[in-house]
């Protein structure tokens, strides 16, 4: 086969690669060859189409930048993300379950003392969140980084409005000490919409889909000797728990949120414990 033809179109343009058929480039690159010329063939693809997708592609890249990351945004919306954490995470089952990343994690936190309040904003409904990290035998992990991050009341990160909210607006990092426990004061969550004035927020609305996701709070938890948990923790009883524009959502993650007096305070607080596999 030397030329371009329809019927044989995957095999002319994999049999082009010059590195062996093992190599992880050529078998990344020759499956998804495969996969899109399958896909153009599937809907008929017209040239129009076309058009609109690499006008698409191109203003994903040109919105692209430092502060936002369109790519990862259409990965995560179109379900590509979680299922790349789901391979890359096959835990034991009695460990806690990950989920997506998401953008607004930012490197070194404050380190805060346990039962600290990261609410500098003073915004919203305060929340206490307590738990024990402990490995799937049950032992409590001493000096586990608990590093936590929330929208504010409002429903934005601190890095989305760095003029409005103070820095390191409701975000921290904690130690476990040998009881493995944490605590810290939050707000409870919001639910927010995800960056949706690009293009990406433009596919969702031609697709019917609204860019909402349920209220979490997220938790990176990392200790010497188990794997990096990413995780979050659901809001109970959130409109968007079964239509996450980012399909975040597990059942397992799922927290409840109770109010407690707590001093002489009435407060929401949520309990949740986080078992991590062994490395
Ligand atoms: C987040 O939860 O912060 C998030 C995740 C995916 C896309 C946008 C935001
Ligand atoms: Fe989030």
Redesign the pocket.
């Known amino acids: 086969m030397k030329y371009f033809t329809e019927q044989a179109s995957v095999d002319i343009v994999n049999e082009r690669m010059g590195v062996p058929a093992d190599d992880r480039a050529s078998v990344v690159m020759s499956s998804l060859v495969r996969h899109l010329h399958e896909f153009v063939e599937d809907v008929g693809l017209t040239e129009a189409e076309w058009d609109l997708a690499i006008d698409f592609l191109t203003r994903t890249g040109q919105i692209s930048g430092p502060e936002r990351q369109e790519f990862i945004l259409l990965s995560d919306v179109l379900g590509v993300s979680m299922l790349v954490d789901a391979i890359n995470h096959r835990r034991p089952e009695s460990a806690t379950e990950s989920t997506v990343f998401?953008p607004?994690h930012v490197e070194n936190a404050p380190i805060r003392e346990m039962g600290e309040n990261i609410s500098l904003d003073g915004k919203g409904e305060p929340c206490l969140f307590e738990g024990r990290v402990s490995s799937t035998d049950g032992a409590p992990i001493a000096g586990a980084v608990v590093d936590v991050w929330?929208?504010n009341e409002d429903g934005y990160y601190d890095v989305q409005q760095p003029d409005i909210q103070p820095r390191w607006n409701n975000r921290g990092r904690f130690i476990t000490g040998a009881d493995g426990k944490y605590s810290f004061l939050g707000i409870k969550p919001t639910s927010y919409p995800i960056p949706d004035d690009g293009p990406v927020g433009q596919m969702l609305t031609r697709l019917g889909r609204h860019p909402y996701?349920p209220a979490?709070m997220?938790f990176l938890v990392s200790a010497d000797g188990y794997e990096r948990l990413v995780t979050?923790t659901f809001v109970d009883g959130d409109e968007y728990l079964e239509s996450d524009a980012v399909f975040g959502v597990k059942e397992s993650l799922i927290a409840t949120y109770d109010k407690r007096d707590v001093g002489a305070q009435t407060i929401w607080t949520s309990e949740y414990d986080f078992v991590l596999a062994s490395s």
């Open positions: 998401g607004f929330s929208d996701r979490h997220h979050h």
